[in-house]
């Protein structure tokens, strides 16, 4: 059975850095595309970066982008989501996903979900 469980939310002053962790469970996320997807109050869930399966190559949106690194350790089957920088408008539920095949920014291109963790940003 496929699960993926996200931790490391929690609440950060503007400028500060949170770690969140995606562990994969039932599939080995080898070369599987692995990505970071976030959804704040009232607006639709966003691709916030994404690791191919295919290619091993990192997107970033460009709201993240030099904030934000994304990783995968394959012994540990285990994805991360550095955020440095951080803003208030990084606030929002931030879930992992997978999916076969290449990067896509559409939510109903996924086939497996987290719950998802919480991430404020505020003072």
């Known amino acids: 059975q496929v699960q993926l469980v996200e931790s490391g939310g929690g609440l950060a002053q503007p400028g500060g850095s949170l770690r969140l962790s995606c562990a994969a469970s039932g599939f080995t996320l080898d070369y599987y595309t692995m990505s970071w997807f976030r959804q704040a109050p009232g607006k639709e869930r966003e691709v916030v970066s994404c690791?191919?399966?295919?290619?091993?190559?990192?997107q970033y949106a460009d709201s993240v982008k030099g904030r934000f690194t994304a990783s995968r350790d394959n012994a540990e089957n285990t994805v991360y989501l550095q955020m440095d920088s951080l803003k208030p408008e990084d606030t929002a539920l931030y879930y992992c996903a997978t999916r076969e095949g290449s990067c896509s920014a559409f939510v109903n291109d996924y086939d497996y979900w987290g719950q998802g963790t919480q991430v404020t940003v505020s003072s």
């Open positions: 690791i191919s399966g295919l290619s091993g190559n990192t």
